[in-house]
């Protein structure tokens, strides 16, 4: 090989070397490039959203000041308790893309340590009441002095407490702050520990990545995925360190070194004409269950319908604000019972009897789809509407909830009045359904006619009331033993194919035999046709009668014997 292919070679070499050498630094400036802009639309977006906010909330102080005692508080409460939440998380995205683009700043105040810690966490504590997980704070020693951001380090507590209680259950759930100092008093050492379900070992590396929106732990719940990557970043950022251990099924441990001696901080980075306030803690980690929680005891009640023929409603919401809102503004029509998970509505449907359940998709415990797939492989339940809400969009969320047996499906956020309009179909749809099982009657009573599950579950009801109509004491836990069903079965089972409860069946067989009765032997006194059907009191027996057929039994029967 002479020396000019060798030199064609080497620069051939070159060139493609420098070729795509030149297209990784373009491919990385743009990637750098595309990155800063997103940085910059998010900031710009969060600013925007924080302006309108920020006139929201004005807006409602402004219609505090000008009715300060109304029936709207709650209301008012709810509003400004929603624009908080979104304002921290606003601003969390804001620290976020501060902390990549490098201009997250640190700024140290003197100040009680450990007295600021206490406060900060007691602020948390209304969540953790909330999740029903026992919360014990200890700072040894309880009084310690030294520099801090406290901006910073709200967020960092805020995140892991939060954390720590989203995924513990709050069945025997116990979350723990301990606070202490180094032997050299200059560090202070944070440790959250929770007994919850732990953290799987291959997804421990994914902890602190931005974005991880925390599927590693099972439980259904939603975030930004910032939390503990903004946390790491914070405490990197304040010259500390974050550690961990996990074990699945058993807990989690997260243990933060901070310094708090002067000397640990540059020139820029000190604070010397303030300092740490503990009078109060920052407004930024408050809950909305703190408010929640403040205002149980001077709260106007929720006006409650009183018709106790109403459709009962079973509402399932693990957040308390839109719990509280669903049942302030549909108790006007129905009545209302809530739970805040799957679990908990389990346990009431096995307790009481409901006619629909409206329940969020996106819940810890168990969700509303392993909700659903529960109730509609139940034999007893499985009859039992279902609403689901949700805050995804996807088409193949909508069909999952649907083949899990969901009657209908609303996507977060919705109208209160498109809510309405779904339970009212439902209910419609299954009173015509009633209607056609109550004019089968007739047919159910023949033996000769082949029965479904259904009117053969009928017919044992008509015959378990009509040879009990003298029985005044026939009530419905007697009904429900005769049948060999739980007086809720009975509920549900009656009022999904006749529309009435329990008691309005027996009183409806009762006005419907007294009718018979009437056409069979219309000189009866009123006194013995009321003993006959189950009645103690005549007078109550009319009232009844009037309420049923629009005239009292002594007109009816006066006009039956005219036509005679």
Known sequence: ??????????????????????????????????????????????????????????SIERLRSMEPKTEHEQSYDLMQLNIDRMVRLLQQILETNKSQSGELKLLVAYGDVMQYIQQTALCIEPLMAQKRVKFTIQCLPESMMGWIDTDKLDKIIYNLLSNAAKYTPGENGKVLLQVKTNKKY??????????????????????????????????????????LALTRELVFLHGGSIDYESEEGKGTVFTVTLPINKEAFSTSQIDEK????????????????????DQEATEAPVVTTTNDDAYKLLVVE??????????????????????????????????????????????????????????????????????????????????????AGADSYLTKPFKLSDLEVRINNIIENRQRVQADMVSLQSNIIQPEVELTADEL??????????????????????????????????????????????????????????????QRSPDIRISDLAYKVGFKDPKYFSTCF????????????????KDR
């Open 1 to 58: 090989m002479n020396l000019l292919t060798i030199i064609i070679i080497i620069t051939v070499v070159l060139s493609v070397g420098l070729f795509f050498a030149g297209r990784e630094l373009f491919l990385r400036s743009v990637r750098v490039r595309n990155r800063l802009q997103m940085n910059a639309i998010y900031t710009n977006i969060t600013h925007e959203l924080l302006t309108p906010l920020t006139v929201i909330s004005a």
């Open 186 to 227: 200059d560090h202070i050492i944070i440790r959250v520990s929770d007994n919850g379900i732990g953290i799987p070992q291959e997804e421990q590396k994914k902890l602190f990545r931005r974005f991880h929106d925390g599927a590693y732990r099972q439980q259904s719940t939603i975030g930004t995925g910032l939390g």
């Open 274 to 293: 303030h300092q740490i306030s503990i009078s109060t803690a920052r407004n930024a980690i408050l809950d909305i269950a703190r408010r929640m929680h």
């Open 318 to 403: 693990d957040n308390i604000e839109l719990l509280m809102l669903l049942n302030q503004l549909l108790s006007s029509k129905y009545r209302i019972k809530t739970a805040n998970n799957g679990q908990e509505a389990l346990e009431a449907i096995n307790k009481e009897a409901f006619d629909l359940i409206v329940s969020d998709v996106m819940m810890p415990v168990m969700d509303g789809l392993e909700l659903t797939r529960r109730i509609k492989s139940d034999p007893i339940h499985k009859h039992l509407p279902i609403i689901l809400l949700t805050a995804k969009t996807q088409e193949e969320d909508r069909n999952e909830a649907l083949q």
């Open 457 to 518: 579950f009928l017919k044992r009801a008509y015959e378990c009331v009509r040879q009990h109509l003298s029985d005044s004491d026939y009530d419905r836990e007697t009904f429900a033993n005769d049948m060999g069903a739980s007086a809720s079965t009975l509920y549900n089972k009656l009022r999904a194919l006749t529309g009435m409860n329990v008691s309005n069946f027996i009183r409806d067989q009762r006005m419907k035999a007294a009718m018979e009765i009437i």
């Open 546 to 561: 009037k309420k049923e057929f629009g005239t009292q039994p002594s007109e009816y029967i006066e006009n039956l014997t």
